[in-house]
């Protein structure tokens, strides 16, 4: 799995530069980290309505929308596909509770 989301990630890196009239990830990034962002929260939402509607075919189709249009957003802010890994790897074996606990409160 985890070649694939480097695959993607690698792929993404370049698109962003192409012409946006040939490539979806350019256009996007030519609109803005707003639009980016507002992308992964309508494919988040998309996940969970399919999730709610116990259609199986549905949240994996929409968990990879998901999962792509995140990987734009993470492109954008030049956070690495590896730093994110990185993060789970920490919290590994911590409970939520007690992750979430140690947390700087806002």
Known sequence: MRA?????????????????????VAKLTAKGRGKIAQKVGEEAVETVIAAMA???????????????HLMVLLADLDIALDEVLDELDRRE???????KASRKAD
């Not at 530069?17 to 490539?23: E, G, K, V, W």
């Not at 199986?56 to 792509?68: C, K, N, T, V």
């Open 54 to 68: 116990s259609d199986r075919d549905g949240a994996i189709g929409e968990s990879a929308d998901l999962l792509f």
């Open 93 to 99: 074996g911590v409970s939520g509770i007690a992750e």
């Open 4 to 24: 694939t989301l480097f695959d993607l990630e690698r792929t993404i890196r370049q698109r962003r530069q192409a012409d946006p009239s040939q490539s979806y």
